[in-house]
């Protein structure tokens, strides 16, 4: 059974800091592009960055670039999301989300003074 | 960045057939979009339908299919039941860059 399970989300003040992390079972994960997807409260979901199977790719949207970092570890099969100057705008539940189709649940970040 | 656009909300009767559709800022939807089908209801996680195009997972129900039409990619639901009522995504791939659609709304009445 495949497993996606997110953590590290918090309350932080604007420009504050977070990491993200996503570990991933049941699947091959070394093989999978892996996304971060977040929906802040009633709205829609955004994509946020990905990365390729080896990490050697990694794509941003543009409102996060130079601000947010992804990253992975295939021997721990987790991907992470460094978060910095943090924004109120950028409140929202955060997906993880394999190219292979699999989402967890979420983890929720809130930036508040 | 590019934008994706869908019907913000259609309706179906039970049992009736519904075509959704998602299309690009930048011209026409290919293949090469790599277009991804996302069913998403209230309070919970998405779960993902389509790949490429066309391609079920095997916890995809039988009645949505993918393809791409008049430029578009198109997400058909045939024979609607009524736990089909929620948020429909799509997806679209831009070199890596990936965006979503707004999401279209479908209420089964």
């Known amino acids: 059974e495949v497993h996606l399970v997110e953590s590290g989300g918090d309350l932080v003040q604007p420009g504050g800091s977070l990491r993200l992390s996503c570990v991933a079972s049941g699947f091959t994960f070394s093989s999978a592009w892996m996304n971060w997807v977040r929906q802040a409260p009633g709205r829609g979901l955004e994509w946020v960055a990905n990365v390729n199977p080896d990490g050697s790719g990694k794509y941003y949207m543009d409102s996060v670039k130079g601000r947010f970092t992804i990253s992975r570890d295939n021997d721990k099969n987790s991907v992470y999301l460094e978060m910095n100057s943090l924004r109120a705008e950028d409140t929202a539940l955060y997906y993880c989300?394999?190219?292979?189709?699999?989402w967890g649940q979420g983890t929720l970040v809130s930036v508040s003074a | 960045q590019a934008v994706v656009t869908q019907e913000p909300s259609l309706t179906v009767s039970p049992g009736g057939t519904v075509t959704l559709t998602c299309g690009s800022s930048t011209g026409a939807v290919t293949s090469g979009h790599y277009p991804y089908w996302f069913q998403q209801k209230p309070g919970q996680a998405p779960t993902t339908l389509i790949h490429h195009v066309n391609n079920k997972y095997s916890w995809t129900p039988a009645r949505f299919s993918g393809s791409l039409l008049g430029g578009k990619a198109a997400l058909t639901l045939s024979g609607a039941q009524p736990e089909d009522e929620a948020e429909y995504y799509c997806l679209l791939v831009y070199n890596g860059v990936v965006v979503f659609g707004g999401g279209t709304k479908v209420t089964i009445l």
């Open positions: 989300f394999s190219g292979v189709g699999h």
